[in-house]
């Protein structure tokens, strides 16, 4: 029998305010659709899709958990960053509450995750920047970098960026891993 068809499986957690569309951006990792009106009860919490990472040479299964609902249950979530190599730490480009809260929602990932794990800001829903936007790229790019954090705006609604920013983090946790750290 043939062995497995990957390299390494990578644990993913995706964590932000209720709303930002973590549920959406698995959904369009995974399956390459976006729906408008998702059922809050029926929140996607886990998707895996094999991504190929070429500079590495390597094929990684990425095994993704999204929040789904539970982010006023804290010690639930807390669970779902056992063993994660990476995290996408989500706002919404249209929502300054969201950005501020993504303060909140690191400290609980540095407070609870692997001190190693690779964490990349995400904001989301980039389609609606024209009319609607609230957070300047340059305010998420710097506290990014301030915080040491990968980053990038996506649309889970266009699906713009959205394998790059699985695939940026990635890159980065075999660069971690080949080079031991
Ligand atoms: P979650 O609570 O963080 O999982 O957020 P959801 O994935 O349930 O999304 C919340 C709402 O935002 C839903 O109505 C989605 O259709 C919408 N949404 C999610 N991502 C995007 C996006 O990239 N662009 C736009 N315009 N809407 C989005």
């Given at each position: 029998?043939?062995?497995?068809?990957?390299?390494y499986?990578?644990?993913?957690?995706?964590?932000?305010d209720?709303?930002?569309?973590?549920?959406?951006?698995?959904?369009?990792?995974?399956?390459?659709?976006?729906?408008?009106?998702?059922?809050?009860?029926?929140?996607v919490?886990?998707?895996?899709?094999?991504?190929?990472?070429?500079?590495?040479?390597?094929?990684?299964?990425?095994?993704?958990?999204d929040?789904?609902?539970?982010?006023?249950?804290?010690?639930?979530?807390?669970?779902?960053?056992r063993?994660?190599?990476?995290?996408?730490?989500?706002y919404?480009?249209t929502?300054?509450?969201?950005?501020?809260?993504?303060?909140?929602?690191l400290?609980?990932?540095?407070?609870?995750?692997?001190?190693?794990?690779?964490?990349?800001l995400?904001?989301?829903?980039?389609?609606?920047?024209?009319e609607?936007?609230?957070?300047?790229?340059?305010e998420?790019?710097r506290?990014?970098?301030?915080?040491?954090?990968?980053?990038?705006?996506?649309?889970?609604?266009?699906?713009?960026?959205?394998?790059?920013?699985?695939?940026?983090?990635?890159?980065?946790?075999?660069?971690?891993?080949r080079?031991?750290?």
């Amino acid at each position: 029998m043939a062995g497995p068809s990957w390299n390494y499986v990578l644990k993913f957690i995706i964590t932000g305010d209720a709303g930002v569309g973590k549920s959406s951006l698995l959904v369009r990792l995974t399956d390459q659709r976006f729906l408008a009106n998702p059922d809050p009860t029926l929140g996607v919490e886990f998707g895996s899709k094999l991504i190929t990472i070429p500079e590495e040479d390597k094929v990684v299964k990425l095994q993704c958990w999204d929040t789904a609902g539970t982010e006023s249950f804290r010690s639930i979530t807390r669970s779902y960053y056992r063993g994660a190599a990476g995290c996408l730490l989500v706002y919404d480009v249209t929502s300054r509450p969201s950005f501020e809260h993504a303060q909140m929602w690191l400290a609980d990932v540095r407070a609870h995750a692997d001190p190693h794990l690779t964490c990349i800001l995400v904001g989301n829903k980039n389609d609606l920047s024209n009319e609607r936007r609230q957070v300047l790229t340059t305010e998420g790019e710097r506290w990014a970098q301030e915080e040491g954090l990968l980053f990038v705006e996506a649309s889970a609604k266009s699906g713009a960026n959205v394998e790059i920013a699985f695939e940026t983090a990635a890159r980065d946790i075999l660069s971690k891993i080949r080079r031991g750290v």
